[in-house]
């Protein structure tokens, strides 16, 4: 048998593209390559790129350029490393990536995944500098194949994409030029995955899609389904105690979707609704195609179906033309909605979007004071949600190894993380505790049973 080849994969932004690295891995397993613990004995590295942060491309340029030395020092002793940037970036920006860092010897992007071994394959037959950015006719996932490749762990809490790109428009937003159309994978290969997934330990499954609540795919009786209904037909899924989906857009939170956080007990109460701002005028600006009332009553409405749901968000602050009026505005929306948590940015133009032409920006000065002050009221409700646990029991996912030897910790259905004292317990068990302690950015608790009911 051939040694494998290593490939070490840097992941950059998102969970879709956690996702993609682990499909890029699926795909190479079969043409030979076992992952590298790091880049150094690497025999190809892959920088999964994200473009969404601020001068994400210079960051990605000046990584190459200390590849560039890694390349060089392992070429002294004869070992030869091929050099690939992938995800957002390199579909933004394409040959532009070859010709300005000449040490990358391939350029594909997120549709392009399953044309990885093909690319491999070129490089190995002498060929340098290609470009993968078309959006292919064909359903990415498709062309990727089955998950089947000889086990790779599956963590306990896993990711499973159902949804890509977006047809939004937002205007500071690269996402619909990055990733492209909308698109919905059919119910019936979701189901498979998700099957798969569970048979290899997931016990919670994420659902992912730049716009995961306008799924509508088609379901295994022929009939287009919902977000919901699909979500139905998770649930029966024995083994996966859990279910989640992320990011949503308020406009395409339909009726049955928020009804489904009543009724399926299996879906955890957490919502990541993002709302970006709480100017009218702004939301406008944006082409958000709602306004601030429109997103507290769809609040109202969601937490009338599940009462304790965790909410949480996305803002950003000093968009072009915001006046302090706007964001005042945004910080009586966050006020009124009571975050669990959420994320908040300095707004920073995407080069190719509405937005970043906007003559009125807004100075650097501004933002950084607003997000200041965004940030402390944020991080006040995070904390205040977490302090109305004390106490509470509740079922935890023993997720993974805590900081001292025994301490595991699990993940609560509001997505809060919980360190236990967890002798003798494994990963992956659900059990009942009792919340000890409450801070920002975790709860402690002890074990008060053995194994849960879930468990
Ligand atoms: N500037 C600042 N934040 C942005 N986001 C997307 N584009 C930009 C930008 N140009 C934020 C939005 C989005 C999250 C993923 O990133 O809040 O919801
Ligand atoms: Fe970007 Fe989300 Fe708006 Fe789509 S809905 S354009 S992904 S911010």
């Not at 659902?207 to 509508?216: D, E, I, P, S, Y």
């Not at 179906?305 to 005042?328: M, Q, T």
């Not at 977490?386 to 996912?397: C, E, P, Q």
């Not at 008060?448 to 468990?455: N, R, S, T, V, Y």
């Amino acid at each position: 048998m051939t040694t494998p080849r290593r490939v070490f994969i840097k992941t950059y932004g998102c969970q879709m593209n956690v996702y993609d690295s682990e499909r890029m891995m699926d795909v190479l397993r079969p043409a030979g390559f076992a992952p590298a613990d790091a880049p150094e004995s690497a025999d190809l590295i892959i920088l999964n790129t994200c473009h969404i942060r601020e001068k994400a491309a210079e960051k990605v340029y000046s990584e190459l350029g200390r590849l560039r030395m890694l390349k060089d020092e392992r070429e002294k002793s004869g070992r030869k490393t091929a050099i690939a940037v992938a995800g957002c970036v390199a579909q933004a920006e394409g040959e532009a990536i070859i010709a300005r860092a000449p040490v990358v010897d391939f350029v594909f992007g997120p549709q392009s995944a399953a044309e990885l071994p093909g690319l491999v394959a070129r490089l190995d037959a002498g060929e340098r500098g290609m470009v993968a950015t078309d959006f292919p006719a064909d359903d990415k996932f498709d062309a990727l194949g089955e998950k089947s490749a000889p086990a790779p762990q599956v963590p306990v809490t896993a990711f499973l994409a159902v949804q890509e790109g977006c047809d939004k428009f937002c205007s500071f937003c690269v996402v619909p030029y990055t990733r492209g159309a909308e698109y919905s994978r059919p119910a019936e290969r979701i189901l498979r995955e998700a099957r798969l997934l569970a048979e290899k330990g997931a016990r919670e499954i994420t659902l992912l899609g730049q716009n995961v609540n306008a799924w509508h795919g088609e379901g295994t009786d022929g009939r287009t389904w919902t977000l919901a209904r699909l979500l139905e037909a998770l649930a029966e899924i024995d083994g996966l105690a859990r279910l989640r989906f992320t990011t949503s857009h308020p406009n395409d939170m339909e009726d049955d979707l928020i009804a489904a956080f009543g009724r399926n007990d299996k879906l955890m109460p957490y919502l990541h609704l993002p709302v970006q701002s709480g100017s009218d005028a702004i939301l406008k600006a944006m082409n958000r195609k709602h306004t601030a009332a429109d997103y507290l009553r769809l609040v109202e409405k969601i937490r009338k179906a599940r009462e304790d749901i965790a909410l949480s968000g996305d803002f950003i602050v000093g968009f072009p033309g915001e006046s302090e009026e706007d964001f005042a505005a945004t910080m009586r929306l966050v006020e009124e909605a009571d975050y669990a948590q959420a994320y908040s940015f300095k707004y920073s133009p995407r080069p190719g979007t509405p937005a970043a032409e906007h003559a009125d920006q807004v100075a650097e000065e501004v933002k950084t004071a607003r997000l200041a002050r965004l940030q402390a009221l944020l991080s006040r409700q995070q904390e205040d949600f977490n302090a109305r646990f004390s106490g509470k029991v509740m079922d935890i996912l023993l997720e993974k190894p805590g900081r001292y030897p025994g301490q595991l910790v699990g993940r609560s259905p509001w997505l809060q993380a919980v360190h236990v004292d967890a002798q003798g317990r494994r990963i992956g068990g659900i059990v009942t505790v009792r919340v000890e302690k409450t801070g920002k950015n975790s709860l402690s608790a002890h074990i008060m049973d053995k194994e849960a009911a879930q468990g």
